[in-house]
């Protein structure tokens, strides 16, 4: 392609201007050769700048940068722009053909509930016969192929060169997870979105955004975005959900359980085999389970609504569909069952606990083992282990991811939230399989064991090596 095509919409100066032919984009050095356009970023480690000579000295010819490196050639063209990293968006998706606007793509955001909403979706558009792609935490599909994910939300090239792919395979909708990092990092600039959903906003990556404030306006930018056409579907009963709508451009809706709202959920019923609901005066049975999603069925079916789907059908669609892997998923064996959940923030915690407490008969003991992730936000620690204390009758606390933190010093800041007398009836196992083996040991028969953290996750990430570790495995094993 031409250099010239793929700096459209770019603010720029261009240095050595000449016509250049370029045939990839990077941001990696190492993969820098001759037709393929070096892009420097600066990341949260590391600055691309530095490495610019590098890539240079590997062929590339055309230089993308925020800051003209001292040392310059004349066989390079170098383009010196405000933000590298907006323009990598953008420039990528100009190098694929723009594919977001070819076909509808709808993003979720939102601190817990994106990945089953977006997987939920993209079930339900395939029953009702529609090829579509899926970007999600879990994976990322074409129809049903499956492409492993790496981030919540891939980098600007891989993103917009998944989406051309979908195009080419004639995928008529996307359904993707928009994380704040990759809103505040510029990896959805360039794209072109029919919709957004907001899901809630609670406790989390406080770690990378330092401020609630901080996090609450990273998931704005990706309202701010919203082109006009488009619609954008809130939670208002979050008390930030219609802060994220305010200037939008977008068509506006509403979704709630509590309040007045464009599409209003009543839950009528609730079991462990799933939950009777009425969404705008229409009953509907549902094979997923809580409270919370009851929140994720409204948004899914409000944004099949708004994306042409007839009410009668996607209320029939949303009664076929099952929860996504690692959300709020069964494993039964001695008259034990035993949930797993993604849940790892406390709010996401508190709301799997309180659907199990809600629902349980009297009697059942609960046994919740649960852990927090190392490298990351230390301050939801206390919270967490307070309400697994709080809302269950055994609390083993345990090792989730530690990566490189020593796993003890996880468990002592999350025995901080204890007080004396809870830190003695609290189990502290810091090996997860020993602990998911103790609470199935201890359990009796009719009692529920809950496992939170991992939820779909295969790995356990222990200095920087992913050791095989599946919490479905681990209680398959153990009930039987």
Same mark, same amino acid.
């Given at each position: 392609?031409?250099?010239?095509?793929?700096?459209?919409?770019?603010?720029?100066?261009?240095?050595? *201007?000449?016509?250049?032919?370029?045939?990839?984009?990077?941001?990696?050095?190492?993969?820098?050769?001759?037709?393929?356009?070096?892009?420097? &970023?600066?990341? @949260?480690?590391?600055?691309?700048?530095?490495?610019?000579?590098?890539?240079?000295?590997?062929?590339?010819?055309?230089?993308?940068?925020?800051?003209?490196?001292?040392?310059?050639?004349?066989?390079?063209? !170098?383009?010196?722009?405000?933000?590298?990293?907006?323009?990598?968006?953008?420039?990528?998706?100009?190098? !694929?053909?723009?594919?977001?606007?070819?076909?509808?793509?709808?993003?979720?955001?939102?601190?817990?509930?994106?990945?089953?909403?977006?997987?939920?979706?993209?079930?339900?558009?395939?029953?009702?016969?529609?090829?579509?792609?899926?970007? #999600?935490?879990?994976?990322?599909?074409?129809?049903?192929?499956?492409?492993?994910?790496?981030?919540?939300?891939?980098?600007?090239?891989?993103? %917009?060169?998944?989406?051309?792919?979908?195009?080419?395979?004639?995928?008529?909708?996307?359904?993707?997870?928009?994380?704040?990092?990759?809103?505040?990092?510029?990896?959805?600039?360039?794209?072109?979105?029919?919709?957004?959903?907001?899901? %809630?906003?609670?406790?989390?990556?406080?770690?990378?955004?330092?401020?609630?404030?901080? !996090?609450?306006?990273?998931?704005?930018?990706?309202?701010?975005?919203?082109?006009?056409?488009?619609?954008?579907?809130?939670?208002?009963?979050?008390? %930030?959900?219609?802060?994220?709508? &305010? %200037?939008?451009?977008?068509?506006?809706?509403?979704? #709630?359980?509590?309040?007045?709202?464009?599409?209003?959920?009543?839950?009528?019923?609730?079991?462990?085999?799933?939950?009777?609901?009425?969404?705008?005066?229409?009953?509907?049975?549902?094979?997923?389970?809580?409270?919370?999603?009851?929140?994720?069925?409204?948004?899914? !079916?409000?944004?099949?609504?708004?994306?042409?789907?007839?009410?009668?059908?996607?209320?029939?669609?949303?009664?076929?569909?099952?929860?996504?892997?690692?959300?709020?998923?069964? @494993?039964?064996?001695?008259?034990?069952?035993?949930?797993?959940?993604?849940?790892?923030?406390?709010?996401?915690?508190?709301?799997?606990?309180?659907?199990?407490?809600?629902?349980?008969?009297?009697?059942?003991?609960?046994?919740?083992?649960?852990?927090?992730?190392?490298?990351?936000?230390?301050?939801?620690?206390?919270?967490?282990?307070?309400?697994?204390?709080?809302?269950?009758?055994?609390?083993?606390?345990?090792?989730?991811?530690?990566?490189?933190?020593?796993?003890?010093?996880?468990?002592?800041?999350?025995?901080?939230?204890?007080?004396?007398?809870?830190?003695?009836?609290?189990?502290?196992?810091?090996?997860?399989?020993?602990?998911?083996?103790?609470?199935?040991?201890?359990?009796?028969?009719?009692?529920?064991?809950? *496992?939170?953290?991992?939820?779909?996750?295969?790995?356990?990430?222990?200095?920087?090596?992913?050791?095989?570790?599946?919490?479905?495995?681990?209680?398959?094993?153990?009930?039987?």
């Amino acid at each position: 392609m031409k250099l010239n095509d793929i700096l459209k919409g770019i603010d720029c100066k261009v240095t050595n *201007v000449a016509e250049r032919e370029v045939t990839g984009i990077t941001f990696d050095s190492r993969q820098a050769k001759e037709g393929v356009m070096f892009v420097a &970023q600066r990341g @949260v480690h590391v600055d691309g700048h530095a490495y610019i000579g590098a890539a240079v000295a590997q062929g590339a010819k055309v230089v993308v940068c925020e800051e003209l490196p001292a040392e310059m050639t004349g066989e390079v063209t !170098y383009i010196e722009t405000a933000d590298s990293s907006k323009a990598l968006g953008i420039m990528a998706s100009n190098f !694929y053909g723009n594919p977001s606007g070819k076909l509808k793509l709808i993003g979720i955001t939102g601190t817990n509930g994106k990945t089953t909403t977006v997987t939920l979706l993209h079930r339900m558009f395939r029953l009702a016969g529609f090829h579509v792609g899926l970007l #999600s935490t879990i994976v990322n599909k074409i129809d049903e192929e499956a492409i492993a994910a790496t981030h919540t939300t891939p980098d600007a090239v891989e993103l %917009n060169g998944l989406l051309a792919k979908m195009v080419e395979r004639g995928c008529e909708y996307c359904f993707m997870e928009v994380s704040s990092h990759s809103v505040v990092q510029q990896r959805i600039a360039g794209l072109t979105f029919a919709g957004g959903i907001f899901s %809630n906003i609670t406790h989390d990556h406080l770690d990378f955004h330092k401020t609630m404030a901080a !996090y609450i306006a990273a998931k704005k930018g990706f309202f701010d975005q919203l082109p006009q056409g488009s619609w954008a579907l809130t939670n208002c009963d979050d008390k %930030n959900g219609m802060v994220m709508v &305010q %200037n939008c451009k977008a068509v506006v809706k509403t979704y #709630s359980l509590m309040k007045i709202a464009d599409f209003k959920c009543r839950i009528l019923e609730s079991t462990f085999q799933g939950q009777l609901l009425e969404i705008n005066g229409k009953e509907v049975w549902t094979r997923l389970v809580g409270r919370f999603n009851g929140y994720n069925l409204t948004a899914i !079916y409000g944004a099949a609504v708004l994306s042409g789907i007839e009410e009668g059908e996607a209320l029939r669609l949303l009664s076929m569909l099952e929860a996504a892997e690692g959300r709020f998923e069964y @494993v039964e064996g001695r008259g034990i069952t035993a949930i797993v959940d993604y849940a790892h923030t406390p709010d996401a915690l508190e709301n799997v606990l309180g659907t199990v407490n809600a629902i349980r008969r009297e009697g059942q003991r609960l046994l919740t083992v649960v852990g927090c992730g190392g490298d990351r936000d230390k301050s939801k620690r206390p919270e967490m282990a307070q309400i697994g204390m709080k809302m269950s009758d055994v609390l083993i606390l345990t090792s989730d991811n530690p990566r490189t933190e020593d796993p003890e010093t996880i468990l002592d800041d999350m025995e901080a939230g204890l007080d004396e007398e809870q830190k003695r009836r609290a189990l502290r196992i810091s090996d997860r399989r020993e602990a998911i083996k103790t609470a199935c040991r201890m359990a009796k028969e009719g009692d529920i064991v809950m *496992v939170a953290g991992k939820g779909h996750e295969k790995y356990q990430d222990v200095n920087g090596v992913k050791h095989h570790f599946d919490d479905k495995e681990e209680l398959a094993k153990e009930l039987v």
